[in-house]
């Protein structure tokens, strides 16, 4: 994985004081097509920004198990979730209480499932796409690298 300047700028603030960041993990759908491999994106509720699924670990819970909690629940994803993160971002989370520095830990979750109604069905939207056009729609540059190295990873492999 290639360090940013953002990486390096958010680890120097956690080291030399500041509010600590808030944990937070996401899933990085991905599923095989004819066409290569895809992933899935989700809009914010809000801003109705593109992104990949991701919330907060519940007490008791595996992180990579909470990352595949959130697919099902953002986009009605199941299939296999690696217990190994992918990478990591930092990103802050504005809200009415303020803004919330948040490090987010990636897991890849191959799909084997898609449900027609899930959770959040009537709050996101959800779209497969290339990853290329998945890196060029999010707005956060460290999920952008890592969208690509993954798939970059995937064509190596096969």
Known sequence: MNITAN????RVRILFGGEPCRLQVAALPWRKSKDGIKVMLVTSR?????LLPKGWPEPGEELFEAAAREAHEEAGLKGSISQSET????????GTGGDIRCEVLVYTLEVSGVAGKWKEKGERKRKWLAPAKAAEIVSETAVRELILAFADGQRQAA
């Open 7 to 10: 990486h390096i700028v958010e």
């Open 46 to 50: 809000d801003s109705g920004r593109w």
């Open 87 to 94: 990478g990591r971002y930092f990103y802050v989370k504005s």
